[in-house]
């Protein structure tokens, strides 16, 4: 297990026939699983610069900006599938980072109803999540994009550690509060409290739909794949 990593259960995605649906991976010749309530398993990546900034990323031909994350497939436990996709979105390696925290349990959002494959087999309404709070330890230039044959961001750049809930698409702020809300005192203990501050009690996740308060993006560093 890398340096700082905490305790994370290394459990599988359970296969078909112990009751979950499975489908069959495209392109990738393992399979992948969706639950019985249609989630599929997914993780998430908090990447923070050592000042407490976070790695802040555009969809290709997209105007929107997120955070890195992706399906996980039936043969890997959290850990193996956040290693898989910190490589494939970011270009980093497990020794340009340090695992400073994961949340305890699955994450839910749903869908919209515009993005729900109702024709598919196995119909996905949403995605399950564990969340990891990584710590760059490498350069800046280790960051690449252009990896894969189909990358997922075409740019990037760093933003204040509240700064995602407010600006990421609508149907994710809720999901992005309460994961950055649980790894926000590991993240305080790195960078400390000016960087990483206590949101007051007006905070909360079912607020962040429709606000905006206008947080900063400070010191923008550029990366193009």
Request: charge should be positive; aromatic fraction near 8%; proline fraction near 9%.
């Amino acid at each position: 297990m890398p340096k700082g990593c905490p305790s994370i259960a290394p459990h599988r995605v359970v296969v078909a026939g112990e009751g979950v649906a499975e489908s069959e991976a495209v392109n990738s010749g393992v399979r992948i699983v969706i639950d019985p309530d249609g989630y599929r398993p997914n993780v998430g990546i908090v990447l923070m610069h050592p000042d407490g900034r976070l790695f802040w990323a555009r969809r290709v031909h997209r105007d929107g900006w997120q955070f890195p994350q992706g399906g996980m497939n039936s043969d890997e436990t959290p850990l193996e599938a956040m290693y898989r996709e910190l490589r494939e979105e970011t270009g980093l390696l497990p020794e340009h980072v340090e695992v400073l925290g994961a949340t305890p349990g699955w994450l839910r959002y749903r869908l919209p109803q515009r993005a729900i494959r109702r024709n598919d087999r196995l119909v996905c309404i949403g995605q399950k999540q564990v969340w990891f709070l990584l710590r760059l330890t490498g350069q800046e230039s280790d960051l690449r994009l252009d990896l894969t044959d189909k990358p997922e961001f075409d740019h990037w750049r760093w933003v204040d550690f509240w700064y995602p809930v407010e600006h990421v698409v609508m149907f994710k702020r809720s999901v992005y509060a309460r994961a950055l809300r649980h790894l926000a005192p590991a993240a305080r203990q790195v960078a400390g409290p000016a960087a990483v501050p206590t949101p007051g009690p007006e905070f909360r996740p079912q607020d962040q739909i429709g606000r905006s308060r206008g947080p900063r993006c400070r010191g923008a560093g550029a990366g193009q794949g």
